[in-house]
């Protein structure tokens, strides 16, 4: 069996509608240090880790940038800053909601809030009609079949090898964005036909490190990387931004289902990223290995913290605060960076 010699390098990408954003940004920060340091000037994100993960607006992240050039083969599609100009770009679009939609949906309580249309277009724009097995390294995009009542996981190294798990990307992308409440549940067919009902995969794991870390586990990535465990990766894990919303215990002990909707959400996702974060900090201390760790959850300072607040306001206010954690985290970003050009 072949030596670990070098580490497996992971991204992890928190859900988190809009803010996501902000990790894009501390990813384009990243990407020009790469560049730099490696002497690069082509240097991306994807040919920096081995294995990359992501939910909901994390997924439609990994997506871009595992998404192969439509002329330089083998190469990345976009840069970080083309990737997050997505948001940039169409959110106020994909978050646009008409008046009589608002009134129809009872702002997400009777209906989906938004009209998936926009969101649709602009991945379609983008991805266009690649596949998930078009992806140029391994991935783990989440979403949750309700159905089936499980998990569903896209993955790009299952596509290459069987029909069943290959996907259109752009479905991916709407899947794992699927918000419950936000958007319209995604109807998504594979290649031999199979159709599955899918939902964000933030109703159960919108932090997936742990998710990608234990994928990781049974890969064999090269012959330097091989089934490799905790002390043989290295994990960069990105959050969106914690929330600023509190519930005061006067208003929230009267409260039934209809008020619950919203804030259970909320809480569930924040919740779940939180206890992901407190295993994977356990798992590489057990080792020996806290460095090889880096989890970055980021300050909002002036942005709203609400998924869907696409106003040219908050856009702006999003944007800066991505760049102003890159800068806050620079040592962090340097060590990391120096890391994945070593274990290349």
Request: aromatic content about 8%.
């Amino acid at each position: 069996m072949a030596t670990n010699n070098k580490l497996t390098r992971i991204l992890s990408i928190d859900g988190g509608g809009i803010r996501g954003i902000i990790p894009g940004q501390i990813l384009v920060a990243l990407e020009e240090k790469l560049k730099t340091l490696d002497n690069n000037p082509d240097a991306r994100i994807a040919d920096y880790f081995d294995l990359i993960a992501g939910t909901s607006t994390g997924g439609i992240l990994t997506c871009m940038y595992l998404s192969p050039s439509k002329d330089k083969k083998g190469r990345p599609r976009f840069t970080a800053q083309k990737a997050v100009d997505l948001y940039l770009d169409r959110g106020d679009e994909i978050f646009d909601i008409s008046f009589w939609q608002k009134v129809r949906s009872g702002g997400g309580i009777t209906d989906e809030k938004y009209s998936e249309k926009e969101l649709e277009e602009a991945l379609e724009d983008y991805i266009g009609d690649l596949k998930l097995s078009d992806l140029l390294k391994p991935c783990l995009v989440t979403s949750y079949d309700i159905k089936r009542r499980k998990g569903h996981f896209f993955r790009s190294h299952k596509a290459k090898q069987d029909e069943s798990y290959n996907f259109k990307l752009k479905e991916a992308a709407r899947a794992t964005s699927a918000a419950p409440t936000y958007f319209e549940v995604a109807r998504v067919k594979a290649d031999d036909n199979q159709v599955y009902p899918l939902i964000d995969g933030g109703v159960f794991v919108n932090n997936p490190s742990l998710c990608a870390y234990s994928e990781a586990r049974g890969l064999k990535f090269d012959q330097a990387r091989n089934k490799p465990k905790a002390a043989n990766m290295v994990i960069f894990s990105i959050g969106t931004g914690g929330t600023d919303k509190s519930f005061e215990y006067k208003k929230a002990k009267d409260w039934g289902a209809v008020q619950w909707i919203v804030p259970i959400i909320d809480i569930m996702m924040s919740g779940v990223a939180e206890t992901v974060d407190y295993q994977l900090k356990q798992i590489y201390d057990a080792v020996g290995k806290p460095d090889q760790y880096i989890r970055i959850n980021p300050e909002l300072g002036n942005a709203n913290s609400d998924m869907d607040d696409a106003s040219v306001k908050n856009l702006k206010a999003l944007k800066e605060a991505g760049e102003r954690n890159a800068k806050n985290h620079e040592k962090e970003l340097t060590r990391l960076a120096k890391m994945l050009i070593a274990n290349k």
